[in-house]
């Protein structure tokens, strides 16, 4: 009997990369000539959202860019940030809060759980919590499973990363 191979489905980002690239961001917002007067703040909460807060919307954009630049550079993706609505804050300023998300929820594993179902592969998909476990005999239709959802990426609009390749 030929034993089974698997992967896991996870959406997880480096708690430590997102630290430094904050605070390489907070480095970048004080010595750059543009900002460096605009009583601008960057700080990450609890691991769970990061708020910046600044003079204008000019500003607030430019910060967001080089806030992806640091993601991108430090191997995060971009679609950790879950971007709210900018709000006004005290003093005539603007604050827009960004959620990251880790984990995947219900909705989303039931749609790539079907997804996978759906390519006629055989392999078999099961939700575990906030992670899915692929299972199948052969390792090239794995290899195939985690391509078709590389390729569908974009849709599901959260960062996949395909972890216990066994």
Do not use: W
């Amino acid at each position: 009997m030929a034993k089974d191979c698997s992967f896991d489905v996870v959406s997880e980002f480096d708690r430590q990369e997102l630290v430094n690239a904050v605070d390489q961001v907070k480095r970048d917002v004080s010595s750059r000539f543009d900002l460096k007067d605009s009583n601008s703040e960057i700080e990450l909460d609890a691991d769970k959202e990061i708020t910046i807060t600044t003079s204008d919307d000019m500003k607030l954009r430019n910060i967001f860019d080089i806030l992806q630049t640091k993601l991108v550079k430090r191997n995060l993706s971009i679609r950790i940030l879950d971007a709210q609505p900018v709000e006004n804050a005290l003093g005539g300023r603007v604050r827009q809060v960004f959620k990251l998300k880790k984990g995947l929820n219900q909705e989303l594993a039931k749609k790539i759980v079907s997804d996978i179902k759906d390519s006629k592969k055989k392999v078999q998909a099961s939700i575990q919590g906030d992670q899915i476990r692929v299972s199948g005999k052969d390792k090239d239709v794995l290899q195939e499973v985690i391509h078709l959802l590389r390729s569908n990426e974009e849709k599901y609009d959260y960062p996949l990363q395909f972890t216990n390749y066994r």
